[in-house]
């Protein structure tokens, strides 16, 4: 079980240096202004090898005090998303993503 966790973590680090890294990402931007990301503290994302890509993408990474989820705007929607799903008789997956996808839209475009 250990073993399947470790795995699954090295593919999210790879996911996530590898959209770090795509070449049009980081040209677009890059042409305009110095690049920043406000993350989280999450494994992948203070892992030796993305603090190394960004520092070679000229990429400043920016971390977020831990438990901070009262300045992570995106906390609020997970808040409100799932308070929303909770009243709610779910009967299969298909219906729960269905809601999610509902309930997440509603939320990320009324707070934008």
Do not use: C, G
């Not at 980081?26 to 406000?38: C, G, L, Q, S, T």
């Not at 503290?41 to 831990?66: D, G, Q, S, W």
Request: glycine letters at 0%.
């Amino acid at each position: 079980m250990k073993e399947k966790k470790k795995q699954s973590e090295k593919s999210n680090l790879h996911n996530f240096v590898s959209n770090l890294t795509k070449e049009d990402w980081v040209k677009n931007f890059k042409e305009e202004k110095r690049i920043v990301i406000v993350l989280d503290n999450a494994k992948i994302h203070r892992a030796i090898l993305t603090k190394k890509v960004a520092k070679i993408l000229n990429i400043k990474l920016v971390f977020l005090e831990k438990y901070s989820s009262d300045i992570n705007p995106i906390e609020r929607v997970w808040y409100s998303v799932k308070h929303k799903l909770s009243t709610k008789y779910i009967e299969n997956d298909t219906y729960l993503k269905e809601l999610f996808r509902h309930y997440f839209h509603i939320y990320t475009t009324k707070n934008s």
